[in-house]
């Protein structure tokens, strides 16, 4: 079983709070890490179509035979149990560590928390295995299979051919959560959006131009990115306003939050087309940026990530903010090093007051100083 970096967070926030409610997309582990966690916890999953009956009919029953400590289990199943979960706590605010809720769907679960559970509960991501996580389990793994495979916990775990298991984790989130969600009546144009929106990670997407792709209207593709969205199946890079130029980029770039996933879109089914595929750095770029983005949620902050890029095509590939300081990162697949990498990292710290540490990812020798910049391979970001 392969060691989660949120672990750490997850134990101190459960000591902390009466509630504790652990998002994320489908088959990311969250139902693994809240065992793993606290074994000793009681648990129900209001996937079984039994249980979620009892706790919609009956929540006192309910929670007479699943006494707390609790871990609940997709409790977007059952919104209204949250309403029950507030009653609990507020019988005694002060102990902690009483119900562990997991969810998949952002919309509905971040509806009933804010409405029910407000001021009781902290709110963690567990996203897909990060880099580290996926090395420490298999170190020997080329760059073009951690693309191909992506970071699912089931492929590294249990050794699943990628390409049969991301085809069964589409047609499953399509089938059976996503047209739900959007109320999605042409499945085809759908998927071809889907394929386009592979097409175009690290890219600023145009949804007036998906729209003469798709035949289907920019409004409802603007809905369906809301959803895909909220549903952790992608998320957007908002643009970074800077002193460099006033005629900046205003549209957010797009990523997937599983790189595996976009790979599967594109049709990518070997090591071999991956290598040679033409988006390859696109989606190099897509696994760092995603990586970064883990990092900061699994110490339990905020991503506060962004882009810069000026109408003039000066561009910086990911700037994260702490407090008041600007890290830039420019992200390259290539193993070699070439100065031209970090030109724009240089002129961006000379005109941002606040920026320092620039930093160049990429896929060859880490450096502790290559032309003022910090040089690391995107294997050794967050640890050796």
Partial sequence: MIYRELTKELVKTMASYPVVT????????????????????SYATLEDPAIRNLAESDPKSFFRKYPEPLIIDEVQRVPGITSSVQVLVDEDRKRKGRFLLTGSHQPGLHMAVSQSLAGRTAVLNLMPLSVHETLSHDSDISTDELILSGFMPEVHDD????????????????????????????????????????????????LSGLSGETGVSSTTLAEWLSVLEASFLVFRLQPYFSNISKRTVKSPK?????????AYLLGLESVQQVSRDPLRGNLFENMVVADVMKSRLNRGREPRLFFLRTEKGFEIDLIAQEGRSLHPMEIKSAS????????????????????????????????????????????HLYGE
Avoid: H, W
């Fill in 22 to 41: 652990l998002t994320g997309p489908r088959q990311a582990g969250k139902t693994t890490l809240a065992k793993q966690c606290f074994p000793r916890f």
């Fill in 336 to 379: 070699t090093f070439n100065s031209a990498f970090v030109t724009n990292l240089r002129r961006f710290c000379k005109a941002e007051p606040d920026a320092k540490l620039p930093l160049l990812i990429y896929d060859g020798e880490s450096y502790p100083e290559r032309d003022d910049v910090r040089c690391v391979n995107f294997r």
């Fill in 159 to 206: 050794g699943k051919d990628p390409t049969a298991y991301y085809r069964n984790y589409y047609m499953t989130y399509v089938e059976r959560d996503l047209r739900q969600l959007a109320q999605i009546r042409n499945l085809s144009a759908f998927e071809r959006f889907m394929v386009l929106l592979a097409g175009r990670v690290g890219q600023v997407v145009n």
């Fill in 254 to 262: 797009i990523y997937f939050t599983e790189v595996g996933l976009a």
